[in-house]
């Protein structure tokens, strides 16, 4: 019996270190998995938007800056948007390789959507807001024809509209059919990533301020539902930046505040059995933009990256091997690949192996 007793006890340690060796194993090959390969665009512009469809990948920003390659970030072209009015191209939706509209900021004319059918090689206006109020935050689209567009809030909501023709013409959604805005309630053109929509003719959108919320559509966006979401809120510019869906179309939100980029605070939650719940993400400062493949999730924000193996339930640190581009402003992802763009024409592409 004593000896029994001691061959368990000795036996535990044994099977506990094999055991520890085993997962540790595991996240450093998972880790190690992701290759990076960096690009820096020779007119250095700020990059908020960026897509992909296959090896077609694109991104854009400030002074009507949009740059795709077609060989998968090999080489990279200069599409940039030739107008008397200058903006800052915060969002595309992608279609196919050929074929994308960009979306610019700004008040007035200076939110402007453009299209183009051959790569950007050419441009054709397809929207310019006419209101002085209107600012565009965000653009999302189900197919080449059905779409929304979000903007700022004029006449005391916010302004979602949507296309039906492939964005020649939108309509508002009824003020009647949004919830009322909540007092110092704001939107950010951050990523790319205020507005996505999924399965179902379902939609999302995320504001930030004080009263940080997501917005769900089950309509194709004719109407909407409102619930608090468990982000940092403390002042104005605090709140919900982006949204994303993991491969199980589990939602998620981020965010902290851009005038704190790298405080320690809540700046992710995800919706569960219809609520949202704060996810232990580590609280590494403001994350603007997630995405997903497989089970492979990447948050990012200018001052660093997080990345979870698991669908988003668990997360770590993801060190940027080139220490000089720590962290981006928006993130795009398909066939195993993630694209990330931020500051100063800084571009990454990491591939899961």
Known sequence: MTNKLRMHVLGWPIWLIVWCSLVLSFAVNA????????TTLKTQPSLRGSAMYGDSLWVSGSQNSVWNSLDGGKTWQDRSIKSDVITDFRDIALFDE?????????SGEQSVLYLTENAGATWQLLYQNTDPTGFFDSIAFWNRQHGLLMGDPVDGYYVVKY?????????????????DRQEEEAAFAASGHTLIVGQDQQAWLTTGGKSASVYHSTDAGLSW???????????????????????NQQLFVVGGDYQQRDTTYPNMARFINNRWLSVASGQRGLRTAMKCVPAVCITTGKTGN??????GD????????????????????????????????????VTQL
């Not at 050929?98 to 700004?106: E, F, S, Y």
């Not at 539902?225 to 491969?247: D, E, M, S």
């Open 31 to 38: 880790e190690t998995s992701l290759q990076w390969q960096h």
């Open 98 to 106: 050929q074929t994308a509209i960009v979306m610019g900021v700004g």
């Open 163 to 179: 296309t039906q023709d492939g964005g020649k013409t939108w309509q508002r959604v009824a003020k009647n059919k949004l919830p």
């Open 225 to 247: 539902a409102r619930k608090k979401v468990p982000l940092f809120n403390r002042t104005a510019t605090a709140g919900g930046y982006g949204l994303a869906l993991n491969q």
């Open 306 to 311: 997080d990345v979870s193996y698991d669908q």
């Open 314 to 349: 668990t997360w770590q640190p993801l060190i940027n091997p080139h220490s000089s581009l720590a962290g981006y402003y928006t993130a795009a992802s398909d066939n195993n690949r993630f694209l990330l763009a931020g500051s100063d024409g800084k571009i990454a592409i």
